[in-house]
């Protein structure tokens, strides 16, 4: 089988449908800056423009090849410089350095077997993440994740995908018919994601309490936004300044994933 549309575009329109896509405490969307005063939509919507380039690159190198060392580093090295495209259209803001990370893996495995079976992409895209690159620059400073994953042992975007993706089965896997699914998919990443970006800013007891209102949220049979308790969540995230940019970020990668399953 052969995708017909461009993965790389549907990958850089999931990422702004997330942008747009509102309420998301704590995050940008279309209403609120969200815990940020350097980021809102247009600056992601920008920034979202210039990972095409990148995205292209990776799904073309990766069209019809085996899933090996060479690949990764291949990608490994077209995602370097996509990270930089983004620090250039940003002016050096941080708006998709994980959604880089997360989506190249998953078109690099899409293009590379040239099937919408996800299953497969996910499979692969884990494989990928487990090679090793021997070009990932070893003088470079440290991330926030660096500090989080030493203080805290957690193993942030990396380990997400080293362990085959697991919080986006959990999104995939929920199909109820709703009809605020896609904020019930939200509010379960909310209540599962170990995310670097909140530890960096608070500490593991603020993860954890995010966790357990999401959760709850999540259960409940109440509309998610008409829930008491999301109210709480929107005062929680904003006591703490808590920016759930992981969650974002595998939010995207799931519509991306749905998207390209529906080809
Ligand atoms: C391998 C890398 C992922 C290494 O990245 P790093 O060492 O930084 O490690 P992580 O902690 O894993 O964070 C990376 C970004 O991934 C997102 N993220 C965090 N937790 C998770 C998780 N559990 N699962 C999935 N994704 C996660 C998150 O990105 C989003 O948030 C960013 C914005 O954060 P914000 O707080 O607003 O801004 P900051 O500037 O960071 O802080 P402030 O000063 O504002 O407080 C935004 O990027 C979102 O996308 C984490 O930031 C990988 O990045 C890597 O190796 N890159 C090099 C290039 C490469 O080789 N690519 C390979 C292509 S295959
Ligand atoms: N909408 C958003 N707000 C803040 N950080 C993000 N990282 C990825 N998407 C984001």
Not at 28 to 51: I, P, R
Not at 54 to 64: A, P, Y
Not at 68 to 76: N, T, Y
Not at 192 to 209: A, C, G, M, P, W
Request: charge should be negative.
């Amino acid at each position: 089988m052969q995708i017909k549309t461009s993965i790389a575009q549907l990958a850089v329109d999931a990422l702004k449908w997330e942008v747009n896509f509102t309420p998301k405490p704590g995050l940008v969307d279309a209403l609120s800056n969200g815990s940020h005063d350097d980021m809102d939509l247009s600056l992601f919507l920008k920034s979202a423009d210039s990972l095409l380039d990148g995205f292209q690159k990776i799904s073309d190198v990766s069209f019809n090849r085996e899933i090996d060392v060479a690949l990764r580093e291949d990608i490994g090295a077209i995602g370097r410089q996509t990270e930089s495209d983004m620090f250039q259209a940003t002016g050096g803001i941080n708006t998709h350095k994980g959604a880089i990370w997360t989506m190249s893996l998953l078109i690099s495995a899409a293009s590379s077997l040239q099937t919408g079976d996800l299953e497969q992409i996910l499979l692969s895209a884990q494989k990928l993440a487990n090679l090793p690159d021997k070009y990932i620059p070893q003088t470079a400073k440290r991330t926030h994740g660096m500090e989080t994953k030493k203080k805290y042992a957690l193993s942030g975007a990396k380990g997400e995908a080293q362990a085959g993706f697991p919080n986006i089965r959990k999104v995939l896997n929920y199909e109820q018919d709703v009809d605020d699914l896609w904020m019930r998919r939200l509010m379960l990443l909310y209540g599962n994601v170990n995310d670097t970006n909140i530890v960096y800013r608070s500490n593991l007891k603020v993860l954890e309490t995010l966790q357990s209102i999401s959760k709850e949220i999540f259960e409940s049979n109440v509309p998610v936004i008409e829930n008491a308790e999301f109210i709480e969540l929107e005062k929680f995230v904003n006591e703490y300044n808590i920016s759930p940019g992981g969650c974002a970020d595998l939010f995207a990668a799931s519509y991306f994933l749905i998207n390209l399953g529906e080809e």
